[in-house]
Nanobody, 126 residues
């Protein structure tokens, strides 16, 4: 499975960005996809996760981004999006998309995700 993320860049505080991540490969299953971020010297943290079934839109958001970021999906193209608004300088980080291939109780935790994108840098200037 390969995950290709795009959409990062430089934005002013208060601005918006939309990240995209497409999953490709042979014969893989997706239970959930998610976005994480990691700032220098910090741990990688969950931002938002979404279950992949076409029968549900269940999502999970980290506290730091609730109300500002929105995760969405396009099942036919295996693409997950992260719409970010109200960006702050502290949102500056490398953003990673990830794929969880199996169902489990903790489907939105870091350890549940087996496949990772290469990361895309988001820089928010003050």
């Amino acid at each position: 499975v390969q995950l290709q993320a795009s959409g990062g860049g430089l934005v002013q505080a208060g601005g918006s960005l939309r990240l995209a991540c497409r999953a490709t490969g042979r014969s893989f299953t997706t239970y959930a996809m998610a976005w994480f971020r990691q700032a220098p010297g910090n741990e990688r943290k969950l931002l938002a996760a979404i279950k992949w079934s076409a029968n549900t839109d269940e999502t999970y958001y980290g506290e730091a981004v609730k109300g500002r970021f929105t995760i969405s999906k396009d099942n036919p193209t295996n693409t997950v999006y992260l719409q970010m608004s109200g960006l702050k300088p502290e949102d500056t980080a490398v953003y990673y998309c990830a794929l969880n291939p199996r169902s489990n109780k903790t489907w939105f935790t870091l350890s549940a995700f087996d496949y990772w994108g290469q990361g895309t840098l988001v820089t928010v200037s003050s």
